[in-house]
């Protein structure tokens, strides 16, 4: 019986390792790879996309809603290029994703052979562990390396692998040993740290906490799956909620310790609670938006983090407590002491009212064109309440930030810190392959849409019924704003309607269901009758193409910029001027 290649143990040893699906493009750099895909079909599913960039993040998305590894595969050169983009949304959303890539063959590396790209050196600053498989000795201990450091760093592993050597027999040493060494022996095995922190840590952090007056809660990604506790740590304290965007499911957004979002597309209320709270407990966050947080000298703060090279780097830190949200909280909640005055929390539950009242005031159906707000509410409405939703960078992502409700058994993701444009169809594909029975939706506009909508053939290819809502407005819509409010009068951001792009005929094409929307009167129907089809399903939705996505908040300095594009010369200022008003007509 014949030996496993390097390909086939590659594989079989990831399998070993719990991977049951590689997500990849073939080309002839990575053909021993796919031949060990080939003979371990039966333990690792391969799904083919049509760009090496969709393959990236569709791993990533894998990882996030699982925790397990994501893997993607690209050949040789540009194919292996291509997942840069998407591997950075791993790095910078601390998902554990593997990228195996081809390298040509070892007899012609250095010679500007065809396609030669050294994709180690590529991938230096995107992945925490990053290697050539140069001998077939080094299989299985690369592999096992590898996944361990992605797993335990969460983050980004590389290996490339020269064609000659994925074919070579594994476990092979074509070289003499000169030295007292041996290929190491490893095993499959990850060994997760300690999680909870020191008793006088956390009882430091309870005395801080029992100590304010003006306590604040907020949450990140990093507390998923803590969520419960946290509403428990916020009851205890009288504190409200605030969650970043990528945490946006840790806590039901219909808590009543719930203030939504924070930063550009945040909430009011969590503006005010950051200005005002003098105790700051975050949890499971690295929020970036420093902007958006206490002053520093204005609140105490408390940090809980897993990582502790995250605690303390956005806002002075009194209490770092370094270890898992879940089980910091429940060594936490006995220290603290409950407090009987509401009165904090009642006037922010107040707030939150007010707030929810101006959002529905703008989900009118009688707008024409139709709201986008509308559309993001219609869809909540519809949408199952175990749904999933993968959205996209854009306006679409304040719509979904403010008018999908994260409640119940709901999931929402997106790409929170890279903010890449075109993840959201990708990223539901590969969610709909890890949980066929649910729904799974992609909320997107038609610029990320279109980056990547060969992939709706895939979910096609597949039958994977995932639902595509396009928030269609013709235009990158949040790049007109970005310009707007930095003074300058929009240049190169519409796409116009001279020829209008045809995503409907696209995927009806592909067999699908498919539907273009400009009356608001009929979107529930059709979006109903898209997430009632028993397969992909694709809803073009044309919104209010001058429709800007306000912050909670607009400053003096943000009006002042605004008005200086008017004033040189905004082409669509009539337009703009009276969408403005009727927002401000329908909040009154």
Request: overall charge negative.
């Amino acid at each position: 019986m014949s030996r496993a290649t390097v390909g086939e143990a590659l594989i079989a040893r990831l399998a070993d390792w719990g991977v049951d699906t590689v997500f990849g493009l073939p080309g002839d750099g990575v053909n021993g790879i796919m031949e060990g895909l080939r003979r371990n079909a039966d333990r690792v599913r391969f799904v083919l996309v049509h760009h090496e960039e969709a393959a990236a993040f569709m791993a990533v998305a894998h990882a996030k809603a699982t925790g397990r590894l994501g893997v993607c595969l690209a050949t040789s050169g540009p194919g292996g290029i291509h997942l840069a983009n998407g591997l950075y949304d791993a790095k910078l959303d601390h998902a554990p994703v593997l990228a195996i890539t081809g390298m040509q063959e070892s007899s012609v590396i250095g010679t500007a052979y065809q396609q030669e790209v050294h994709l180690d050196r590529l991938f230096e600053d995107v992945a925490e562990y990053n290697e050539t498989i140069g001998n077939p000795a080094q299989v299985p201990s690369l592999v096992d390396i590898a996944v361990r450091t992605a797993l335990a760093r969460r983050g980004v592993a590389h290996l490339t692998v020269p064609n000659d050597v994925q074919v070579a027999t594994a476990g092979d040493n074509p070289f003499e040993t000169v030295g007292p060494t041996r290929a190491p022996a490893t095993a499959p095995v990850l060994v997760a740290p300690p999680v909870r922190p020191a008793d006088d840590d956390l009882q430091a952090a309870a005395d801080l906490l029992n100590n304010a007056s003006k306590p604040a809660i907020l949450a990140g990604i990093g507390a998923r799956g803590a969520g419960p506790l946290v509403e428990l740590v916020a009851d205890v304290l009288g504190a409200p909620i605030v969650k970043s965007l990528l945490g946006k499911m840790v806590v039901p957004d219909d808590s009543p310790f719930a203030l939504g979002g924070l930063g550009l597309l945040g909430t009011a209320p969590s503006e005010d609670l950051m200005q005002e709270c003098d105790a700051l407990l975050m949890v499971g966050t690295n929020f970036p938006y420093t902007k958006f947080l206490p002053a520093p000298g204005q609140a105490h703060v408390v940090q809980i983090d897993v990582e502790p090279a995250r605690v303390g780097t956005r806002i002075p830190t009194d209490v770092p407590l370094v270890g898992d949200a879940a089980a910091t909280c429940e060594a936490l909640l006995p220290r603290l002491r409950r407090r009987t005055d509401r009165r904090w929390l009642l006037r922010y539950q107040e707030k939150m009212r007010d707030w929810r009242e101006r959002m529905a005031a703008t989900e009118r159906a009688d707008r024409d064109p139709i709201a986008p707000q509308f559309l993001a509410s219609t869809l909540d409405r519809v949408a199952a309440p175990d749904a999933i939703l993968a959205c996209d960078s854009g306006t679409v992502t304040t719509w979904a930030a403010r008018h999908w409700q994260a409640t119940g058994g709901r999931e929402f993701y997106l790409s929170g810190t890279l903010a890449s444009m075109a993840p959201g169809l990708p990223y539901a594909i590969a969610l709909q392959h890890e949980y066929p029975n649910r729904q799974v939706i992609a909320f997107v506009g038609d610029g990320g849409f279109a980056m990547l909508m060969a992939e709706f053939h895939t979910a096609a290819r597949y039958k994977l019924p995932i639902k595509v809502v396009i928030n269609d407005n013709s235009a990158l819509g949040m790049i007109v704003w970005e310009q707007m409010v930095n003074g300058f009068p929009e240049f190169g951001v519409r796409y116009g309607d001279d020829p209008l792009a045809d995503y409907v005929g696209w995927a009806r094409g592909c067999g699908a269901y498919a539907a273009r929307v400009t009356d608001p009167i009929a979107l529930e129907n059709v979006l109903g009758e898209a997430f009632a089809f028993d397969g992909p399903a694709l809803v073009d939705v044309a919104v209010d193409a001058d429709e800007p996505p306000m912050p909670a908040s607009v400053t003096y300095q943000q009006a002042a910029k605004f008005a200086e594009a008017f004033v040189r010369g905004q082409p669509r200022k009539a337009a703009i001027a009276t969408t403005l008003l009727k927002d401000r007509i329908t909040r009154l």
